[in-house]
């Protein structure tokens, strides 16, 4: 989730001097981790906003003040040729039908297994995408969603390899009409975290941003798997890399799929799952920038599925991975764990641990996620 506010560039300020030892801030702050030769990135930052090339020492700067962008650098040409189907218009249902299907996937979540996931994740010293530890965790999570598809029947899990050494990691369900091969349902959430002020090498947990996204759609497709799920439709869970970056990792799946022509009939992201704000339990739906019959459905899905309310939020331009695919022309949303300005106000800084969180809450939105998948996996037409 790319979101800082006052008080967490001070929490992140503050972190930083006191542990800074022999080492002077300014030091720190100039070996941030970004390339040596500061190289220019194409960055936007609006969708009424013209790109413009900016050094990465200045990207640095614009996400510590919160302003959230794409880093379009290897993309500048992707969102101008469209390799989707004119003819082909994805169906999106007004209201949820397969209950009697979902509830007892629903009835296999545990928050057990997510606790397990998350203090795993979070052992790293951070999930950053360029340094080590990043690269380590990512095939930490993809061991673990292989073991949990090990033995199961049309269920493969790859991974997705970028110029950098975290890989994003697709896990996918084969449907079983074949008239819907090239149709898919995606649910994601992003696995890399950020230290605010040493991106590289700073400590990061990131238990909620978002180690708690990445957990709760684990356990969907840990539920999904073990209780045999069988879509007609393919159905894929993605964790990408790099989201901090300016959504870089999504970028190139998107791109991806949008060159081999898919068909994606829906995209949900889960950014930040796991904190409970002010406002008690609920679920934030966001309602800028993604697709408005996906999200209105989505909201039939919360009241079907969670055991909670959800209430209407807005997160501004870029602000996580569905944004990638809203870009290539495909229908996404995106649920967070409170209303925005609600949210976790920890997130990039050595604060954002599990302590803060509630598995009980990232349960509710497994919930929805799981329902999402097996409602949208359906072919239907009314």
Excluded at 81 to 110: C, H, M
Excluded at 140 to 151: G, K, T
Excluded at 278 to 283: A, F, R, T, V
Aim: with cysteine; glycine share 8%.
């Amino acid at each position: 989730m790319k979101v800082i506010t006052a008080l967490a560039l001070a929490f992140a300020f503050t972190a930083t001097t006191v542990n800074a030892g022999p080492i002077g801030l300014v030091d720190q702050i100039s070996n941030f981790g970004f390339n040596k030769g500061d190289e220019l990135r194409l960055i936007q930052y609006g969708d009424d906003q013209p790109a413009r090339w900016m050094k990465e020492s200045e990207i640095l700067e614009m996400f510590r003040l919160g302003i959230k962008y794409m880093d379009i650098t290897d993309y500048q040409n992707a969102y101008d040729d469209v390799v989707i189907e004119s003819t082909w218009k994805p169906f999106i249902p007004a209201k949820a039908r397969y209950a009697d299907e979902v509830q007892p996937y629903i009835g296999n979540l545990t928050t057990t297994t997510m606790e397990i996931a998350l203090k795993k994740l979070t052992s790293f010293k951070n999930r950053y995408y360029k340094s080590k530890w990043g690269a380590e965790s990512c095939r930490w999570l993809i061991s673990a969603i292989r073991d949990i598809a090990e033995e199961a029947d049309g269920v493969s899990v790859k991974e997705f390899e970028h110029s950098w050494d975290q890989f994003s990691i697709i896990a996918r369900f084969e449907g079983s009409n074949s008239d819907l091969d090239n149709e898919l349902v995606i649910v994601g959430a992003h696995q890399d975290s950020v230290n605010l002020w040493l991106p590289s090498f700073g400590t990061a947990p990131g238990a909620d941003d978002d180690g708690s996204g990445t957990v709760t759609i684990l356990e969907a497709f840990r539920s999904l798997v073990e209780n045999g799920f069988k879509p007609e439709r393919p159905v894929e869970f993605h964790w990408y890399s790099a989201e901090e970056a300016g959504l870089l990792g999504s970028q190139a799946v998107a791109a991806e799929y949008k060159k081999q022509g898919k068909q994606v009939v829906a995209m949900l992201q889960n950014d930040m799952t796991g904190f409970i704000g002010s406002g008690g339990e609920q679920i934030g739906i966001v309602a800028d920038h993604v697709n408005p019959e996906l999200t209105e459905f989505l909201k039939t899905l919360v009241d079907t599925y969670a055991a909670i309310p959800y209430v209407n939020t807005k997160c501004g331009y870029a602000c996580s991975d569905h944004a990638s695919w809203a870009k290539h022309g495909y229908p996404s949303a995106f649920t967070i764990e409170s209303a925005f300005e609600d949210s976790n106000k920890a997130i990039h800084t050595t604060g954002d641990v599990i302590s803060r969180l509630s598995f009980d809450h990232m349960k509710e939105f497994a919930k929805v996620a799981t329902g999402f998948a097996i409602e949208l996996s359906h072919e239907r037409s009314e």
